[in-house]
């Protein structure tokens, strides 16, 4: 029998790796990345940063950037966490629990957005309750989806019901999330809670659902059967579906999309002049700057985005039709 050996490195490789990258990090050799947080330069390697975070995980691998700026989070925070990422250490404390909480929600570290909860709850005072409150509000409107499924979501007051599904940033997917929820709230405890039913559904964007979830689901609830106010709110939203310009409330208002998209093209010409300039604004970095040529100049063509990519079809170049089809990649910029 043919004997095998096994070489194992000691536990602590990994960790001596890191601090190995950690020296190059400070020293800036060998970084492929430069965060750029108000001003605060952050040079790391990427591997590193995405083994840990999701986000940078995904922004690495949706975009070839080496300079990533990033705007409304502290920077000595981001900082922190970067230093994290690399030495395994985190000093939390009532200086800095507040700024790596918000900074740990961005870079989706959940371990250190714990972490930061569970020191905040031990330390909560009068000099820090505003802003925690603030860091919760915001992670109700954009983590909206899981905030419903957690048991402490029907243990609210109707009242805390009322100002999360009120507002206009809550990040869902559809209304019909909103419309469930509110829902199941009332179901949990429905002796006690169907008295609010009328003042909850009233946050509910009911024109914005679908005709036919309307009709075949919100029109047989039982619990909206009783309320008058509330057989008025589901007239509205069909008559709605008729006739959508004659039907102007903060019911027909659009939530935040989930999903912001991170750039918008500028693209074509005017009647008798067509152009191949492509104007691009970043959404993130809130700035313009010229994206590249399209091939053909091209005046009322049509445009569409499919998988990441943008596609000029037909169109009119000076004189003539045109039967091309241009592609655009914002990741290579051609």
Excluded at 210 to 237: F, G, H, M, W
Excluded at 248 to 260: E, H, Q, S, Y
């Amino acid at each position: 029998m043919q004997q095998r050996f096994i070489l194992s490195r000691s536990s602590d490789l990994k960790q001596r790796s890191l601090n190995f990258l950690n020296q190059l990090r400070t020293q800036n050799l060998l970084c492929d990345v430069t965060l750029v947080v108000n001003d605060i330069e952050i040079p790391a390697h990427k591997v590193i940063l995405a083994s840990d975070s999701p986000y940078f995980y995904t922004t690495f691998t949706e975009s070839r950037q080496d300079r990533i700026i990033r705007e409304r989070v502290d920077g000595h925070a981001v900082k922190l966490l970067i230093e994290y990422l690399y030495t395994s250490t985190l000093e939390i404390n009532k200086e800095n629990a507040v700024h790596l909480l918000t900074a740990a929600y961005l870079l989706e570290l959940t371990h250190v957005r714990d972490a930061c909860w569970d020191y905040l709850r031990t330390h909560l005072n009068a000099s820090n309750c505003l802003s925690i409150r603030d860091v919760a509000d915001m992670h109700g409107c954009k983590h909206f989806n899981e905030v419903i499924g957690f048991d402490e979501f029907l243990n609210l007051t109707h009242e805390k019901v009322i100002g999360l599904i009120s507002d206009d940033d809550i990040s869902v997917s559809s209304e019909e999330k909103v419309y469930e929820c509110v829902i199941n709230w009332l179901r949990y405890d429905k002796p006690q809670r169907q008295q609010h039913t009328a003042d909850l559904m009233q946050h509910v964007r009911l024109p914005l659902l679908a005709r036919k979830y309307i009709t075949q689901k919100v029109n047989k609830e039982p619990l909206l059967k009783r309320s008058i106010k509330c057989r008025d709110l589901i007239i509205e939203a069909l008559n709605y579906h008729l006739e959508p310009s004659e039907i102007t409330t903060v019911r027909t208002i659009p939530r935040k999309p989930v999903d912001l998209p991170r750039i918008l093209l500028v693209i074509g010409g005017r009647p008798l002049q067509a152009i191949r300039s492509v104007e691009c604004y970043d959404l993130r970095k809130e700035k313009w700057h010229l994206a590249a040529d399209m091939p053909f100049r091209r005046n009322k063509a049509s445009f569409a985005v499919l998988g990441k990519k943008v596609y000029a079809v037909g169109g009119i170049s000076r004189s003539s039709d045109l039967r091309t089809v241009d592609v655009y990649d914002p990741a290579t910029n051609r």
